[in-house]
């Protein structure tokens, strides 16, 4: 008995899945539950994926989608999205009911949580009016354990007509139990029951006269008492018909029997009092108190209160008074455990980097090799390259660690939920405090992540305000000119702290800005509500240390610095050619700089600088660089002993402090790269959006740095 895992691929959001079966013998099995069950751990554990895994609602956002064998039968395992219900009301909810309706598959496991069961049973409860074959995997086991919540399973198992199967999957307790069952209801070799729930009986009259006519349009491609239950429903869910005549192959709103049967049994329900809310609101009436009556005969709690401890937690965490404030000092801790712990490790980086560079010289001295052909590969490409990772490494290995474990233990949510109202405030949705955490690592990464967010409107305001947080990308630099510009003004015990509270200070900024866009936005080109929402607070978890690490470290880590690589090689090689290519008596790079020194004075920079991050554009990690490559004027980048000797050069180049203090404010606060933009058009599908992300934070740097560089020259201190 075992898994053989295979090769995936993924599924766009949104789109009705249509999934081509290559045997009669592969199965396809859908993967649906509540957000935050652990899915995702179960999906991975069967299919050998690293897909992204964290303790916080709204994670996957489209199919994705993996082939594994067991017992040598063959499977598709599709994870959709975390949902609470099929009654569509969001693109999480769209993309689940569509593929669990209309992608046919073989089976459905639904995924439920042991330590919050009757929430969960709701879902459970809605899918199987659709289909009988499911398996019902009760996840956490080993946590409702803990909190002394005993599950009676097969009694569950009895009252849904389904197999239940009990699972730790993160231990990877019952995955294979789990796949017997699958195996066995999707090959036919084990019966289960449709569900019926009982309806009010206006409602129940309203169906039979339905389903009648429903059955001879379904052609037994569905369930027709759900089929005619949710064309009751369609005023509240509209694009549910164009899914089903899609499904179906027919035009229900054109065939007048259906037309009929329906005008004549929502005048029934009407003159019984109901109306389309009222309708949709006994509906799930029924499948809540089913859920409940379920949940008592099936779980036993030993202690009622088993979540106290969670709820003394919130209430400091959550709080008004306390909850930002520790949320800064959480990020602050974070920030100067980054920053202390990268020095040593960068500078080994460096050092070992920069040692294979020299024997890459003496090797092409060995070999004859032309003096541009050393300049070009080694001095630009290679040179690039050691610079970028022997400075971005460090960080994001520290970095993305402690974040993920912050995301792992549930803290992510609750920042979601201290900082919903400021967000509602300026007309913007409360889960882009979430997306806006995801930028902090990477803005492509925070972008792709609003699809989280349900309102077009809103959703939209956060992709074009997510440049405005600082990206992985940019620590770097704003750690680098705080150390040597601004640390220094305090004793040296105290210089560490000092720049994590500026650099706090900084990304401080980069939120209220966000904020104060986002207000703008929708006041002006993006006017209207803001959206109310559900966030569920998960329990708090111990993080699993090891594959925390390991999840970081591949899932992001490298993810971004191979990315940054990526573009950062072609980059050294072309700024090393601007540097060495002379029109008359001056580098195309030193022109260029002289072109822009005027407006760059008047931003309280020089043209070097802006020219950095104009040819930055295709990754922020190179800004540095640049800088460095053009102030020696020797067409490549110098390796540095200590931060000392860069400022050294900096201040020789006349760099004050109002310079330091302009170049992280348009370090926060400039276009996005490359990657980025990219991101944005394949997101909003317009490059009008995307030339409004690339102006937006550009304008507010410049125009903030515009500010303090006038402030300081009249006041005589530039």
Known sequence: MGLTKQSTRSAASGDVPAIVKSSDQEKVIALAGNPNVGKSTVFNALTGLNQHTGNWPGKTVSNAQGRYSHNGRDFILVDIPGTYSLMASSVEEEVARDFVCFGQPDAVVVVADATCLERNLNLVLQILEITDKVVVCVNLLDEAKKKKIEIDLDELSLNLGVPVIGAAARSGKGLQELMDAVSAVSFGERRTFQVKLPYDEPIERALESLIPI?????????????????????????????????????????????????????????SAGYTPETLRDRIVYRVVKRSEIIYHQCVCLENPCYNGRDRKIDKFLTSKATGIPVMLLLLALIFWITINGANVPSDLIAGFLFGIQDKLT?????????????????E???????????????????????????????????????????????????????????????NACGVIGCRIIDSPRERLIAILTNNFVPCNG?????????????????????????????????????????????????????????????????????????RVIVRSVFDRTLFVLGRAAAVAAPAGLIIWCMANLYVGDASILTHCSQFLDPFAKLLGMDGVILLAFILGFPANEIVVPIIIMSYLCTGSMMEFDSLAQLHTLLTDHGWTWVTALCVMIFSLMHFPCGTTCFTIKKETGSWKWTALAFFLPTACGMTLCFFISSIARICGLA
């Open 380 to 442: 630009g490409v290679y040179r690039t390259l050691a610079w970028v990772i022997s400075v971005m490494l460090p960080p994001m290995a520290i970095f993305f660690p402690l974040f993920t474990l912050l995301e792992d233990s549930g803290y992510l949510p609750r920042i979601a939920f201290n900082m919903d109202k400021h967000f509602k405030k300026a007309g913007a949705h409360g889960k882009q405090s979430l997306t806006m955490c995801m930028g902090f690592g990477c």
């Open 214 to 270: 429903v059955s001879r349009l379904t052609q037994g491609k569905m369930n027709p008492r759900w089929a005619a239950l949710k064309l009751l429903d369609a005023d509240q869910d509209p694009k549910l018909i164009q899914s089903l005549s899609q499904f179906l192959d027919c035009d229900l709103e054109g065939c007048e029997e259906l037309c009929l049967g329906l005008k004549v049994a929502r005048e029934q329900l009407s």
């Open 474 to 546: 940019r620590f770097p630099t704003l750690i680098a000119v705080i150390t040597m510009f601004f640390a220094g003004a305090v004793a040296l015990p105290l210089q560490s702290i000092f720049s994590t509270l500026m650099l706090i200070g900084v990304i401080l900024l980069g939120i209220v800005m966000t904020l104060l866009i986002s207000r703008f936005l929708s006041s002006t080109l993006l006017k209207g509500e803001p959206s109310s929402f559900a966030l569920e607070l998960p329990p708090y978890r111990t993080p699993q240390i090891g």
């Open 362 to 378: 003496e090797w092409l001295a060995s070999i004859s090799a032309p003096a541009w052909v050393n300049g070009l590969f080694v």
